[in-house]
């Protein structure tokens, strides 16, 4: 074991942050501090009844339990592309511009093998979702970022993206919704994004998986004309439809792109569980209308407004035009950096925020508070917060 040594990409990046610090926070909970999570955006509300009994309903039948086509069941596809149609008025060609995805995490990693070279770079916001540096790095691209500010509502600032030598790059990260900033979506923003796209002969790969979380105005970016040929969309049942742990995304595009991210996809794994697969289709099909409004809307206002009240007793500033399932507040002055504030929240308080520099460094003086717990939960987190903060 001694002369063992891992492959030089394990050096080039850390254990995820919520990875390392959750051993922290099931440390503090087995002393029995009971530590009140407002970290993580995972949904803590279950899909609906139908998504359920059809999960169940197939998971009885003798014959569903075989290996399941890479490029995904038709009924799953036929029901993106139908979702797509509905909630965002673009047309996809169910058999050919749709590739069903384990999560976006492994879209992610299927793209970048897909269209990156080792070397060659890739455009990242900063700040960012962490997963598109680390598997970039992973994969041995250069991750070359750009600045999202609060002072330009979090969006890119295209003078300085021209300013850039893109002559090497080969996709761009964009993520609206912007997660963890809470940016809104804007169509214009969209086609300014495909045109430097076409100008540049990059890839723009749309991470799109909060658009029905206190968003009034769900877009899309393939609603730009001529999108299709140089953007990839993701979207995410994760977050909308209450299903992190099920696993079921997808990438929408060109007929050419999704051959190309099916040939990698096709020799990593072997499909999701047929089970999963139709009922997320059944999630897809089924009129949700008004059970997104009591769980998308309802739910998350309530607990929206209970983070408000935290971050002002934190004394941060915050945008409240911001949507998603997150609200991003900046610390005061007074903190020297976030992690003062932070740690002191977790082992005072005992309530677990995320300091805003795991997303990257523009992401520095600012925290993230989710509103995946429970209302009492976030309530009683509230309250500790003003006993420590007298």
């Given at each position: 074991m001694q002369n063992i040594q891992p492959a030089d990409r394990v050096s080039a990046v850390q254990e995820y942050y919520f990875?390392?610090?959750?051993?922290?926070?099931?440390?503090m909970n087995k002393d029995g501090k009971d530590v009140i999570s407002l970290a993580i955006?995972?949904?803590?509300m279950p899909p609906s009844k139908q998504t359920i009994d059809k999960l169940c309903e197939v998971a009885r039948q003798d014959n569903a339990h075989?290996?399941?086509?890479?490029?995904?069941?038709?009924?799953?596809?036929?029901?993106?592309?139908?979702?797509?149609?509905?909630?965002?008025?673009?047309?996809l060609n169910a058999e050919t511009e749709i590739q069903p995805l384990i999560g976006s995490k492994e879209g992610i990693l299927h793209v970048t093998l897909a269209f990156v070279n080792p070397g060659e770079e890739v455009l990242v916001p900063n700040p960012g979702y962490p997963t598109y540096t680390s598997l970039s790095t992973i994969l041995g691209a250069k991750v070359v970022n750009y600045?999202?500010?609060?002072?330009?509502?979090?969006?890119?600032?295209?003078?300085?993206?021209?300013?850039?030598?893109?002559?090497r790059v080969?996709?761009?990260?964009?993520?609206?919704?912007?997660?963890?900033?809470?940016?809104v979506?804007?169509?214009?923003?969209?086609?300014?994004?495909?045109?430097?796209?076409?100008?540049?002969?990059?890839?723009?790969?749309?991470?799109?998986?909060?658009?029905?979380?206190?968003?009034?105005?769900?877009?899309?970016?393939?609603?730009?004309?001529?999108?299709?040929?140089?953007?990839?969309?993701?979207?995410?049942?994760?977050?909308?439809?209450?299903?992190?742990?099920?696993?079921?995304?997808?990438?929408?595009s060109n007929p050419t792109f999704i051959s190309w991210i099916l040939k990698i996809k096709s020799n990593?794994?072997?499909?999701?569980?047929?089970?999963?697969?139709?009922?997320?289709?059944?999630?897809?099909?089924?009129?949700?209308?008004?059970?997104?409004?009591?769980?998308?809307?309802?739910?998350?206002?309530?607990?929206?407004?209970i983070a408000e009240k935290i971050m002002q007793t934190l004394e941060c500033?915050?945008?409240?035009?911001?949507?998603?399932?997150?609200?991003?507040?900046?610390?005061?002055?007074?903190?020297?950096?976030?992690?003062?504030?932070?740690e002191r929240v977790l082992h005072e308080a005992r309530v677990f925020i995320t300091p805003g520099f795991i997303f990257g460094s523009n992401g520095s003086r600012y925290i993230r508070i989710s509103l995946c717990a429970k209302d009492d939960k976030m309530e009683e987190a509230l309250v500790r917060i003003k006993n420590i903060m007298k």
């Open positions: 990875s390392r610090k959750l051993k922290e926070v099931a440390k955006g995972s949904p803590d075989g290996y399941q086509p890479t490029m995904g069941t038709p009924e799953l596809r036929n029901a993106m592309a139908g979702f797509y149609k509905r909630s965002y008025g673009v047309n600045n999202l500010r609060e002072d330009n509502g979090w969006q890119p600032d295209f003078d300085e993206l021209e300013k850039m030598d893109l002559s080969r996709l761009m990260w964009t993520n609206y919704p912007n997660m963890p900033t809470g940016g979506a804007k169509m214009e923003i969209y086609e300014n994004i495909v045109a430097f796209a076409k100008r540049h002969n990059i890839v723009v790969v749309n991470d799109n998986p909060y658009s029905f979380i206190l968003n009034e105005h769900p877009i899309s970016i393939l609603q730009v004309e001529g999108a299709k040929d140089c953007c990839i969309e993701f979207n995410s049942m994760s977050k909308s439809f209450n299903m992190p742990g099920w696993r079921v995304g997808m990438c929408a990593i794994d072997s499909g999701t569980f047929r089970g999963i697969q139709l009922a997320a289709a059944e999630a897809y099909n089924t009129n949700t209308a008004e059970w997104h409004r009591e769980y998308n809307v309802n739910v998350y206002r309530r607990r929206r407004n500033s915050f945008d409240a035009n911001q949507v998603g399932m997150f609200l991003w507040g900046k610390i005061p002055d007074k903190y020297a950096n976030v992690e003062d504030l932070t």
